[in-house]
Nanobody, 124 residues
């Protein structure tokens, strides 16, 4: 059974930093890409960042580029380092996994597996 478990969310002041983690288990992810999405109250879930599992190529939404960094280790864990946080970054953040033959990294349809989400709140 595939599981994606996020952790690391919390409350932080504007300008602060948080590091989210996503532990993946239940299958081999060598042919899967990983992504982070977020959903604010009353809004649709939106793409944040993605990384290819094989070579670690990274993709970012324009709103977070230069502030957020996605990475992964060799133990099936993906990270999202979030710096210079803004109140508009407040959302539930979700980790996702999708097969690497689907290349539209910012499309929710690419991803087959999702975590339960972790809340990030940025106060002004």
């Amino acid at each position: 059974q595939v599981q994606l478990v996020e952790s690391g969310g919390g409350l932080v002041q504007a300008g602060g930093s948080l590091r989210l983690s996503c532990a993946a288990s239940g299958r081999s992810f060598s042919s899967y890409d990983m992504g982070w999405f977020r959903q604010a109250p009353g809004k649709e879930r939106e793409f944040v960042a993605a990384i290819t599992w094989s070579v670690g190529r990274q993709y970012y939404a324009g709103s977070v580029k230069g502030r957020f960094t996605i990475s992964r280790d060799n133990a099936n864990t993906v990270y999202l380092q979030m710096n210079s946080l803004k109140p508009e970054d407040t959302a539930v953040y979700y980790c996702a996994a999708g097969p690497n033959y689907r290349r539209d990294y910012d499309n929710r349809g690419k991803y087959d597996y999702w975590g339960q989400g972790t809340q990030v709140t940025v106060s002004s």
